[in-house]
C-alpha cells in the first residue's frame, strides 16, 4: 500500500488516496519534488497559500534496508524563491510508512494554529493554541506526554511560526532527541501554514509490502556487510561527523572567519577527538547514538555539560564548522548551546552559521564571541531587529549590513567545505536547483580514487552531475548519505540498492535505476527554478571566491561558467 495523506488546511479536511501511477515508485526527495513541481505554482508566495509542503518517506522507509528510514521535507523555499528539499532522519517516515503511507501532503492555510495527528484511522485537525510560540523542546515535551512514547513528532519552532526564512523543522528521534530538516527556511512555510505539528502513531497500520522478501533480505544483508567494510564508516561511528573537522582542515577547506581562510587556528579544540575526549568524562554522555531505528553507523551523540545535562544531540560537523571555524568560536560548549538555541527555536545551524559570519564581517560581532552570538540568538523571538536579521539567512544579513563577501548561491549559504579547494562541492553549489546545498553532491575526495584531483578546474562540471542525480536517488531511497558513500568507491554496493527497490516494488528495475531517477528528479527541479525566473546566472558562485585568493592554497573557483552552463544539457 503506498497512500498520500492529502490535508488541505484552508478546509480543514484530511483525505486518503493511493499514489497514482505516476508517483507510485518514487519516495522521500523524489516524490516531495514531483508534487511540488506539478502543484505549485513557480510564481507563488512561498509563504503563502498556494505553496504545498510535503512530507514524505523513502521507498525503503519501514524495511530491513540499514538507514533507510530519513524524512523528505519539500516546498518552494522562501530561502531561495526556488525548489526544497531537506530531510531528517528521526522516526517519522518509519511510522508513516507502517501505516501504509509514502508522504503526507500539506496546503492551504489554517485559520488557528493547528496540530495534524495521523495514525491507523486517518488524520485529523486539532487545535494547537496551547502550543503558540513554544520552543521544541517544550512543544515535544508537550505532545509526547499527550500522545505517548509510540508517537513521532514533527514541528516547527517560535522561528517558523515567525515565518523567519532560516526556519527548520524539527523531527524526534526514537528516544525523542531532536533532528533538523534543516535547510531552505521549510519552518517558515509549516508556519505561514498555522502548522505547529504533525504527531505519527504507526501502531495498527498494514506495514510496508515487500514483493520479494528473500531477495530484499539478501540485497539487505549485502548492503549491511559492504557499508560496514568502509574505513570512514569506523570514523563516523567513533567520532561523529566530526572527524571532517580534522579532515577539512588538513585539506585547507574548512570555513574560518566567513571563508577568508581554509584553516581554522582553533581546529583541534571543535574536532571530533577533542569531542569525544570532552564527552568521556562527563556523565550521560554518549559518543555513539543513532538517530533513527535501522542504523547500522552510529554517527550521533548526546552531548552533556560536567554535571551531565544534556546540552544537544547531535553536533555535527556542519554546526561545527560554521558556528565555529567560520565565527572563530573554537568552544565546544559555546557551539553545542548555540546548536541547542538554534534547535529550540526551530533555526538551520547552517544559515545561521552564515549569517553570523557575515555579521562578524560587518562588525556586529566580535570574531570568536560564542557568548555575544547566544545572547543576539536569544532575542530572535523578541523581534529584535539584529537577531531578526540574522534568523533571515546570511543574505539578508549581508544586504543589511553592507557586506559585499556573502558566501551563498540562490539566497542560501553554503556548507562548510570551501569550494575553493573542492571545486567539485563548488560546482554542486553553483549549479543544484537548492541552493549552496552540499548534501546536493559533495565531492570529496578518497583514497579509492586517487586520480580525482578536487582542486583541478577541470572535469568538475561532469562530476557534480553525476554526484547531483546520484544524492537525489539517494535522498528518494530515504537513505542516510552516510550510509551510502560507500557506494561510490564500491560502485557494486549500488547494484544492492538496486535490487533492495526492486524486491520491495516487484518491478523490473534497470541498472542504471539510480542515476536516472535521480536525474529526472533535478531535471524537473531545473525547470520549475525557470519557471520561477533563475537563469544561468544563477548558477554563479559568489565573485568573491572567483577573485580572491584562499589562504593557504591560494585557490580561487576557476571552473568555466561553460562547463556549468552544459550542465543537464545532454
Ligand atoms: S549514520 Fe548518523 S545521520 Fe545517518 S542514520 Fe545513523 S546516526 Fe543518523
Redesign the pocket.
Known amino acids: 500500500m503506498t497512500d498520500l495523506l492529502n490535508v488541505d488546511l484552508t478546509r480543514g479536511t484530511v483525505t486518503r488516496q493511493a499514489l497514482n501511477a505516476e508517483l507510485e515508485m518514487l519516495g522521500g526527495h523524489g516524490l516531495s519534488s514531483a508534487i511540488v513541481t506539478r502543484e505549485v505554482d513557480p510564481a507563488a508566495d512561498p509563504l503563502g497559500p498556494g505553496n504545498v509542503l510535503v512530507f514524505a518517506a523513502g521507498l525503503f522507509a519501514g524495511t530491513s534496508v540499514p ?1 533507510g ?2 524524512l523528505s521535507v519539500g516546498a518552494k523555499s522562501p530561502l531561495t524563491g526556488g525548489i526544497k528539499e531537506a530531510n531528517a ?1 528521526g522516526s517519522a517516515a518509519r511510522k508513516m510508512a507502517t501505516l501504509g503511507l509514502r508522504g503526507v501532503k500539506v496546503s492551504g492555510q489554517a485559520e488557528a494554529l493547528s496540530v495534524l495527528e495521523v495514525d491507523a484511522g486517518g488524520g485529523r485537525l486539532v487545535p494547537a493554541a496551547d502550543l503558540k510560540g513554544l520552543g521544541s523542546f517544550e512543544t515535544v515535551r508537550r505532545l509526547r506526554e499527550r500522545y505517548g512514547d509510540g508517537a513521532a513528532i514533527i514541528c516547527a519552532g517560535p522561528a517558523g511560526e515567525m515565518q523567519l526564512k532560516s526556519a527548520a523543522i524539527l523531527v524526534t528521534t526514537p528516544d525523542f532527541y531532536l ?1 533538523a530538516a534543516a535547510r531552505g527556511g521549510l519552518g517558515a512555510v509549516m508556519g505561514s501554514k498555522n502548522l505547529k505539528a504533525v504527531v505519527i502513531n504507526g501502531s495498527g497500520g498494514p506495514g510496508v509490502t515487500i514483493a520479494d522478501p528473500a531477495a530484499l533480505k539478501a540485497a539487505a544483508a549485502a548492503l549491511s556487510k559492504g557499508i560496514l567494510s568502509h574505513p570512514a564508516m569506523a570514523a ?1 561511528e567513533a567520532l ?2 566530526a572527524f571532517l573537522v580534522n579532515v577539512t582542515q588538513s585539506m585547507g577547506c574548512l570555513s574560518t572567519r566567513n571563508y577568508s581562510a581554509g584553516q581554522f587556528e582553533g581546529w583541534q579544540d571543535i574536532s571530533g577527538e577533542h569531542m569525544v575526549e570532552l564527552m568521556s568524562a562527563r556523565p550521560n554522555a554518549h559518543a555513539q ?4 531505528a ?7 551523540q548526546v552531548y552533556t555539560d560536567v554535571a551531565g545535562n544534556e546540552i544537544t544531540s ?1 553536533l555535527e560537523f556542519e554546526t561545527l564548522g560554521l558556528l565555529g571555524a567560520n565565527c572563530g568560536i573554537s568552544d565546544l560548549d559555546q557551539i553545542a548551546h548555540i546548536d541547542r538555541l538554534c534547535d529550540d527555536l526551530g533555526l538551520d545551524t547552517m544559515e545561521i552559521g552564515a549569517a553570523v559570519g557575515v555579521a562578524m564581517e560587518g562588525g556586529l560581532l566580535p570574531w570568536g564571541d560564542g557568548a555575544a552570538v547566544h545572547a543576539l540568538l536569544s532575542k530572535t523571538t523578541t523581534g529584535d531587529a539584529h537577531a531578526t536579521m540574522i534568523a533571515s539567512g546570511c543574505c539578508a544579513t549581508g544586504a543589511a549590513l553592507g557586506v559585499a563577501r556573502i558566501p551563498a548561491v540562490k539566497g542560501q549559504g553554503m556548507a562548510a567545505y570551501d569550494p575553493r579547494v573542492l571545486k567539485g562541492t563548488g560546482t554542486t553549489y553553483a549549479t543544484t536547483p537548492q541552493g549552496a546545498d552540499h548534501t546536493c553532491g559533495n565531492a570529496l575526495p578518497s583514497p579509492a580514487n586517487p586520480g580525482y584531483d578536487p582542486g583541478s578546474p577541470d572535469g568538475q562540471a561532469q562530476i557534480s552531475e553525476f554526484l547531483q542525480a546520484y544524492f537525489a536517488a539517494i535522498d528518494a531511497l530515504g537513505m ?4 551510502t558513500l560507500p557506494a561510490l568507491d564500491m560502485p557494486e554496493l549500488q547494484g544492492h540498492f538496486v535490487a533492495a527497490a526492486a524486491a520491495i516494488t516487484g518491478k523490473d528495475l534497470p541498472e542504471d535505476y539510480l542515476v536516472s531517477m535521480g536525474r529526472q528528479i533535478v531535471m524537473e527541479e531545473r525547470d520549475f527554478n525557470r519557471r520561477a525566473g533563475f537563469t544561468a546566472a544563477d548558477d554563479r558562485l559568489p565573485s568573491f571566491m572567483l577573485t580572491e585568493a584562499l589562504p593557504p592554497s591560494g585557490n580561487r573557483y576557476d571552473v568555466p561558467e561553460a562547463d556549468l552552463d552544459a550542465m543537464f544539457t545532454g
Request: aromatic share 4%.
Open positions: 538507514n528510514g530519513r532522519g533532528r563516523l561523529g561527523s547514538h543513532r538517530c533513527m535501522g542504523c547500522i553507523v552510529n554517527c550521533s547531535g542516510c548519505l552516510f550510509a
